[in-house]
């Protein structure tokens, strides 16, 4: 966090800096579009059949994800859901899930 | 910290590695104050349990809910057609207590001061707030429905299209029903709450009578010129699973009724059932209308869509069915989950003087069951478009199940289990 006083510094950190910034809380917020199925930051219910995400590998989400979306994984819904998100948008939701304990 | 280096790089500008580290370093205000939540239904007790969880306390929430235990309409149909009980659709407010910490209050609110940031209870009393969310679901329009605008009519003539109480006695009445009986149900005209549910609804009671009063009929008198969801995949389930016990009839909305009889009046016609269940015409709740939000069409409240927040109104947030849809967004359960998260976010960077995520998703899946054993879905994902300041479906996305099948009626149950236990666990 070094960076911050140099930022500041530089006057970089006003407000109308942020109107088209990523947020900060991206990958959650776009994460959280998946819990409805997949269980609060990942932790699906156990036995109810779907997948829970909370802890699994980065790569493995992305190639999961990739393969539903492809085709390459037969899926009852999971090949529409996946075109809706852009490749970005995967990796920050992959990230995320990765790094839920 | 959720945010790692590799991310902050991959965010691109500089504006947004700034925003990155504001947002992290602490240096910023954190999110602080009261919101106060009118209704724990999809919406509000997902947006009171996020706002606890990713505030990490730090937000004091309180929910106002009228019912004294979470129970939900999706899945009411298989209590309907004899599967489930309402225990099975009941979920408890404990864990939002206890463990997320929301002060759950049982009472109604009958008004909304917004120049005092007041909200005044049922019970007496008023509560003050920094910010308001109002996730009240629809009321219903009975006045379209001359006959049905009063207490004893709408005790007979029962919608159901709330779970709880109606749920159960729409059942009873179907138990009670002589076989060689008709069953009717009157659809409004679209937006109502959750689209496919009365042709999902119509499956699952044919599905009894087909076991038990295989002499009954059911008729659906749709106010829609056709089928408003997933209209292929019913009109197969229809002619494979239940031959002559389902008619159907579009362009039949019903303007009166007469509970002496049970006779349902549409423009032209008259039909007398034995159970007639009418879902009436639907508007936002009541207390979303009193609040003096801007309302589209007199009925549903327009907000934007990039924080939920009214247009008219500072510091008022209406989520799931209250609110005028973005196109193609359905009414439902699951929506309103996905914009109680979409609010929540947008609350906790406003209470800390940030702006909301330019960028908010949303996604549904909505599933419906044709028989106990098979189901077919739809959904759609969801992006905010800055040119039309709403949210767009993302093109190429989305859809319906090929056919329906036996694996999509255990993931209706999966979702169900999930979804409560995000809003509730």
Same mark, same amino acid.
Not at chain 2, 288 to 298: H, Y
């Given at each position: 966090m070094k960076l911050l006083p140099a930022l500041l510094a530089l006057g970089l950190l006003a407000a109308n800096s942020f109107a088209h910034a990523a947020d900060p809380n991206l990958?959650?917020?776009?994460?959280?579009?998946?819990?409805?199925?997949?269980?609060?930051?990942?932790?699906?219910?156990?036995?109810?059949?779907?997948?829970?995400?909370?802890?699994?590998?980065?790569s493995k989400t992305l190639q999961k994800l990739s393969?539903?979306?492809?085709?390459?994984?037969?899926?009852?819904?999971?090949?529409?859901?996946?075109?809706?998100?852009?490749?970005?948008?995967?990796?920050?939701?992959?990230?995320?899930?990765?790094?839920?304990? | 910290m959720l945010i790692n280096r590799r991310d902050f790089l991959k965010l691109g500008t500089a504006a947004g590695t700034m925003?990155?580290?504001?947002?992290?370093?602490?240096?910023?205000?954190?999110?602080?104050?009261?919101?106060?939540?009118?209704?724990?239904?999809?919406?509000?007790?997902?947006?009171?349990?996020?706002?606890? *969880?990713?505030?990490? $306390? $730090?937000?004091?929430?309180?929910?106002?809910?009228?019912?004294?235990?979470?129970?939900?309409?999706?899945?009411?149909?298989?209590?309907?057609?004899?599967?489930?009980?309402?225990?099975?659709?009941?979920?408890?407010?404990?864990?939002?207590?206890?463990?997320?910490?929301v002060r759950v209050v049982q009472d109604d609110v009958v008004a909304v001061d917004a120049e005092k940031r007041s909200i005044s209870l049922a019970s007496g009393g008023s509560m003050t707030y920094d910010r308001l969310v109002l996730s009240p679901g629809v009321d219903f329009m009975f006045d379209r429905i001359p006959g049905l605008n009063n207490a004893a009519a709408q005790a007979k003539i029962l919608h159901a299209w709330k779970a709880g109480p109606q749920t159960v006695a729409l059942r009873k009445q179907l138990v009670d029903m002589k076989d060689g009986g008709v069953f009717a149900i009157a659809i409004p005209k679209a937006p109502y709450r959750c689209p496919p549910a009365p042709y999902e609804r119509?499956?699952?009671?044919?599905?009894?009578?087909k076991k038990h009063k295989p002499k009954s009929k059911v008729v659906i008198l749709d106010g829609n010129p056709e089928i408003t969801a997933k209209k292929d995949l019913f009109t197969k389930a229809w002619a494979d699973l239940y031959p002559g016990l389902i008619e159907y009839r579009n362009d039949s909305e019903v303007k009166d009724v007469d509970p002496a009889t049970n006779t349902a009046?549409?423009?032209?016609?008259?039909?007398?059932?034995?159970?007639?269940?009418?879902?009436?015409?639907?508007?936002?709740?009541?207390?979303?209308?009193?609040?003096?939000?801007?309302?589209?069409?007199?009925?549903?409240?327009?907000?934007?869509?990039?924080?939920?927040?009214?247009?008219?109104?500072?510091?008022?947030?209406?989520?799931?069915?209250?609110?005028?849809?973005?196109?193609?967004?359905?009414?439902?359960?699951?929506?309103?989950?996905?914009?109680?998260?979409?609010?929540?976010?947008?609350?906790?960077?406003?209470?800390?003087?940030?702006?909301?995520?330019?960028?908010?998703?949303?996604?549904?899946?909505?599933?419906?069951?044709?028989?106990?054993?098979?189901a077919v879905h739809v959904n759609s994902v969801h992006h905010y478009d800055a040119a039309t300041k709403? *949210?767009?479906?993302?093109?190429?996305?989305?859809?319906?199940?090929?056919?329906?099948?036996?694996?999509?009626?255990?993931?209706?149950?999966?979702?169900?289990?999930?979804?409560?236990?995000?809003?509730?666990?």
């Open positions: 990958a959650r917020d776009l994460a959280a579009t998946c819990a409805n199925c997949h269980g609060t930051n990942g932790h699906a219910v156990k036995g109810a059949g779907i997948d829970a995400l909370a802890g699994t590998e980065k393969d539903f979306r492809s085709g390459a994984k037969p899926a009852s819904i999971m090949h529409q859901i996946t075109k809706g998100y852009t490749d970005e948008q995967l990796d920050l939701i992959a990230t995320f899930f990765a790094a839920q304990k | 925003a990155a580290l504001y947002g992290c370093a602490g240096g910023g205000k954190q999110a602080g104050g009261h919101v106060v939540v009118v209704g724990g239904g999809y919406g509000g007790a997902t947006l009171a349990k996020y706002l606890r *969880m990713w505030s990490a $306390g $730090g937000v004091r929430v309180t929910m106002i809910e009228r019912n004294p235990s979470f129970v939900s309409c999706p899945m009411s149909n298989l209590v309907i057609g004899g599967i489930n009980t309402l225990d099975d659709i009941t979920v408890s407010y404990d864990n939002l207590k206890s463990r997320w910490q119509a499956c699952l009671v044919a599905d009894y009578f009046m549409t423009e032209f016609d008259q039909f007398k059932a034995d159970v007639l269940n009418v879902i009436p015409p639907q508007q936002a709740g009541q207390i979303a209308i009193k609040s003096g939000v801007n309302l589209i069409n007199n009925r549903w409240v327009d907000i934007n869509w990039l924080s939920m927040e009214s247009t008219s109104i500072p510091n008022i947030h209406v989520l799931g069915d209250a609110v005028f849809p973005a196109p193609t967004m359905a009414k439902s359960g699951h929506m309103a989950n996905q914009q109680g998260k979409l609010a929540a976010a947008a609350i906790l960077n406003m209470l800390a003087d940030q702006p909301p995520n330019p960028e908010p998703m949303a996604m549904s899946a909505c599933y419906s069951f044709m028989d106990p054993n098979s709403t *949210m767009q479906p993302v093109k190429g996305a989305g859809g319906v199940s090929a056919a329906r099948n036996e694996a999509e009626a255990k993931l209706a149950i999966g979702w169900a289990k999930n979804i409560w236990a995000d809003m509730l666990a």
